[in-house]
């Protein structure tokens, strides 16, 4: 059953009315979004960069085309796409945390990006832009927030061009027992005390923690996409499985 016709859902490890979540999530990223990307650096190690390069790499965009940085935040993945695409292509990021989007605005302005960037406050359910739109869509650390995942990877394949692709970037689910067990350890001993120290806030990264363990794992989310429309659809596994990059094709 699809999550948009369920009353209730998972926040975290949290039963919620499914109406109550998008706020719940809005309240998180009002939070973290001023020291989101210090704590980037500092949850991963930096490693974020590396993984957010290896999406980059599997993009295949050109010059003169057209992307949408879903759930984009800081923009990341946006500068780097604005400098491919070039003035003739277009990158929008969108985000549906009007926090996390001036954050990301102000930063890539800081950077001397803008002239091809749109920014767009929208809800990766229902997104607001015509059919056969995009070339290419990221969606990175965004999806296991977004309440109904089947209902956002239809409206992401809607938008994208035949021949375009899709680019989910997420936590996922560590392929060996010994990963897996220091993943635990670390997620909720040492992260929620590093989100205290540094961004004030455990509880946010309290649930960042148990969202990422409530999302669907590798295999889960390759069925999803298919169900979806998209083809060809594979992924990568990252740092042995703690992050997988999916990607699938619309033809």
């Known amino acids: 059953m699809s999550e948009q016709h369920k009353s209730t859902t998972h926040f975290g490890y949290k039963t919620v009315e499914t109406n109550e979540k998008e706020q719940m999530v809005a309240g998180v990223f009002h939070s973290v979004a001023a020291k989101y990307d210090v704590m980037n650096d500092l949850m991963s190690f ?16 050109r010059k003169g085309q057209k992307v949408l940085d879903l759930a984009g935040g800081t923009g990341d993945l946006t500068a780097k796409f604005s400098r491919i695409v070039g003035e003739t292509g277009q990158v929008v990021l969108a985000d549906i945390n009007d926090s996390m989007l001036k954050v990301g605005r102000d930063k890539l302005r800081n950077k001397g990006l803008g002239n091809n960037i749109a920014y767009v406050q929208a809800n990766a359910e229902a997104l607001p832009f015509p059919d056969n739109h995009f070339d290419l869509i990221t969606i990175a650390f965004g999806l296991r927030n977004v309440t109904d995942k089947d209902k956002a990877l239809a409206s992401m394949q809607r938008v994208l061009k035949p021949g ?10 560590p392929q060996h027992e010994v990963m897996s067990k220091l993943y635990d350890f670390y997620s909720f001993n040492i992260l929620p005390k590093m989100g205290s120290l540094v961004a004030q806030d455990s509880e946010s990264y309290q649930y960042l923690a148990e969202s990422i363990r409530m999302h669907p794992d590798q295999e889960t989310l390759k069925a999803m996409m298919e169900q979806a429309g998209l083809e060809q659809v594979e992924y990568f596994n990252l740092t042995d499985g703690i992050v997988a990059l999916h990607r699938g094709f619309k033809f």
């Not at 960069?49 to 295949?60: N, V």
């Not at 375009?164 to 689910?173: A, M």
Request: aromatic share 12%; net charge positive; charged share 25%.
């Open 46 to 61: 930096g490693i974020h960069r590396l993984w957010k390069r290896f999406t980059i790499d599997c993009s295949g965009i």
């Open 164 to 173: 375009g692709r899709l680019l989910v970037l997420e936590f996922s689910k």
